[in-house]
């Protein structure tokens, strides 16, 4: 699967930024698909994941309430709403594709294939 997300930009504190991630090569729907981000400085961090269906979603406890994931599988697509962002959501968000499901879908190894990313910086 090849991946191409897009989207990230400058926005104000208290804004909303929508992301994109393209995904060809392969059939998008046998794919459970996540989103992390990596601030400078730090390590790659979970931050969602959608069902291969899109009924199922999964949130790190930082953004659940502001950020929804969803996809459109007529489309090839996985988006990420960013609702209220905030200053510390500054980072390079990246989409990711795990064609397992498991226990550990918050840990970056246990994705098969990433992005190039797409920087998204809150100014405050």
């Known amino acids: 699967v090849q991946l191409q997300a897009s989207g990230g930009g400058l926005v104000q504190a208290g804004g909303p930024l929508r992301l994109s991630c393209a995904a060809s090569g392969r059939t998008f729907s046998n794919y459970l698909m996540g989103w992390f981000r990596q601030a400078p400085e730090k390590e790659r961090e979970f931050v969602a994941q959608?069902?291969?269906?899109?009924?199922?979603?999964t949130y790190a406890d930082s953004v659940k309430g502001r950020f929804t994931i969803s996809r459109d599988n007529a489309k090839n697509t996985v988006y990420l709403q960013m609702n209220g962002l905030k200053p510390e959501d500054t980072a390079v968000y990246y989409c990711a594709a795990d064609r397992w499901e498991s226990n550990y879908y918050a840990r970056p190894g246990s994705y098969d294939y990433w992005g190039q990313g797409t920087l998204v910086t809150v100014s405050s």
């Open positions: 959608i069902s291969r269906s899109g009924g199922s979603t």
